[in-house]
T-cell receptor, first 112, second 114 residues
Framework: LAKTTQPISMDSYEGQEVNITCSHNNIATNDYITWYQQFPSQGPRFIIQGYKTKVTNEVASLFIPADRKSSTLSLPRVSLSDTAVYYCLVGLRNSGNTPLVFGKGTRLSVIA | EAQVTQNPRYLITVTGKKLTVTCSQNMNHEYMSWYRQDPGLGLRQIYYSMNVEVTDKGDVPEGYKVSRKEKRNFPLILESPSPNQTSLYFC?????????????FGEGSRLTVL
């Protein structure tokens, strides 16, 4: 299983761009990288998924270098409502054969 | 509305009293799974199921059972709960065969075992 390492916490001011990096040195060839957001007492919510290079949606961008041993979630112009825990998840897309390992996540605090 | 529904949302019980946390999804998802979340430990997978009658252990299966008799339901069973099973539990589901790898989570069930 590809384990992930993320910073435990980050602080940012409103309006700034936030980049959260996830390390996954033993990522397998078929593994995808997925990020989830979780607010207190709620279930995690899907943000973005990618395999290589760059993926962008209306919420975030995901940057994956050529060696795929790390990835960076970029949140543009964060607001107070982006305060949450962000999880990096590495595994087979729709893997039913192996457990999905979430890790401990990064707690982002956005300050006014 | 597409959703994953867990019940009960909150439960206080005593050691050894069997309990079941139900999970139901209305999206026709093949894949379902259970997680527990504890402070400082993140989300840990308990069991998962690829489809009806197919289940497998996750990272922390000890003390839990599951069943998948119907596609939409995936109950989590604690035969003899102990205080170390006090936790916040989440059920999740996703399509197995389509392109999207998105997991849909329920709202959580907070369990306290005294």
């Amino acid at each position: 299983l590809a384990k992930t390492t993320q910073p435990i916490s980050m602080d940012s001011y409103e309006g700034q761009e936030v980049n959260i990096t996830c390390s996954h040195n033993n990522i397998a060839t078929n593994d995808y990288i997925t990020w989830y957001q979780q607010f207190p007492s709620q279930g995690p919510r899907f943000i973005i998924q990618g395999y290589k290079t760059k993926v962008t949606n209306e919420v975030a961008s995901l940057f994956i270098p050529a060696d795929r041993k790390s990835s960076t979630l970029s949140l543009p112009r964060v607001s107070l409502s982006d305060t949450a825990v962000y999880y990096c998840l590495v595994g087979l897309r729709n893997s039913g054969n192996t457990p999905l390992v979430f890790g401990k996540g990064t707690r982002l605090s956005v300050i006014a | 509305e597409a959703q994953v529904t867990q019940n009960p949302r909150y439960l206080i019980t005593v050691t050894g009293k069997k309990l079941t946390v139900t999970c139901s999804q209305n999206m026709n998802h093949e894949y379902m799974s259970w997680y527990r979340q504890d402070p400082g430990l993140g989300l840990r997978q308990i069991y998962y199921s690829m489809n009806v009658e197919v289940t497998d252990k996750g990272d922390v299966p000890e003390g839990y059972k599951v069943s998948r008799k119907e596609k939409r339901n995936f109950p989590l069973i604690l035969e003899s709960p102990s205080p170390n099973q006090t936790s916040l539990y989440f059920c999740a589901s996703s399509f197995y065969s389509l392109a999207s790898g998105e997991l849909f989570f329920g709202e959580g069930s907070r369990l306290t075992v005294l």
